[in-house]
């Protein structure tokens, strides 16, 4: 790995952040591993810092701690992948059919993840789409308006950040696929509920064929 430049304010936070960048990018893979002694080096860092980072990072479920083997980079299993978009399309779905009953905050919610998704694809960094693509998708699941149901859909597809990630940097038809978040997005706003449903359920299953995964 380059050297990379830190701010000293919040160092934890800054190490963790760069990693951060460095599994976005695609330049740590999925199932590899991070040694300490390296990281300490390439960020100029102390051993503590590279381990509390690590943690954090372990808590997104962006890596994994291992038995004999260290942090390595999370990498979902076919039985993974399967279980959380069984998991999305249940949640999601159900979110989109409660839209009739949402409250505007919930409405307002969804409305300002789908800018902030927007002004991600038009100017930002593969950390900031893959962190509003996910957002947008939270979101959906809040019209149904249970803060436990929401905290549940944050934590499927915070496992799914880094596929998402690597989907959409090797995607040649990311203004389309903003497009279709867009239509998503107007089909709930217009409480058009069955298009709506229509057209998730149809992206869910398009996103599920692209999530790289390893065998069980």
Do not use: C, W
Not at 162 to 189: C, N
């Amino acid at each position: 790995m380059e050297p990379i430049n830190l701010d000293r304010s919040s160092v934890v936070e800054q190490v963790a952040s760069a990693l951060r960048e460095q599994l976005f990018t695609g330049r740590l893979k999925p199932g590899a591993a991070l040694r300490e002694g390296t990281l300490v080096e390439s960020l100029n860092v102390s051993r503590s810092t590279v381990r509390e980072a690590m943690q954090l990072l372990i808590g997104e479920k962006l890596l994994v701690r291992v038995p004999n083997k260290g942090v390595l980079v999370r990498q979902l299993t076919e039985d993974d992948v399967e279980d959380i978009f069984r998991a999305r399309r249940i949640l999601e779905l159900s979110g989109v059919r409660a839209v009739v009953s949402a409250s505007r905050r919930d409405l307002t919610t969804l409305n300002t993840r789908l800018e902030e998704y927007e002004a991600a694809v038009r100017g930002g960094g593969p950390v900031e789409i893959a962190r509003t693509h996910m957002r947008f998708h939270v979101a959906i699941v809040g019209l149904l308006g249970s803060p436990r149901l929401t905290e549940v859909a944050g934590s499927l597809l915070a496992e799914l950040q880094l596929a998402i990630s690597s989907v959409d940097q090797t995607s040649d038809d990311l203004p389309e696929m903003l497009q279709a978040h867009r239509k998503i997005g107007e089909m709930i706003r217009k409480a058009k509920v069955d298009e709506a449903v229509q057209l998730l359920d149809q992206h869910i299953s398009n996103a599920k064929a692209f999530v790289p995964a390893s065998p069980d």
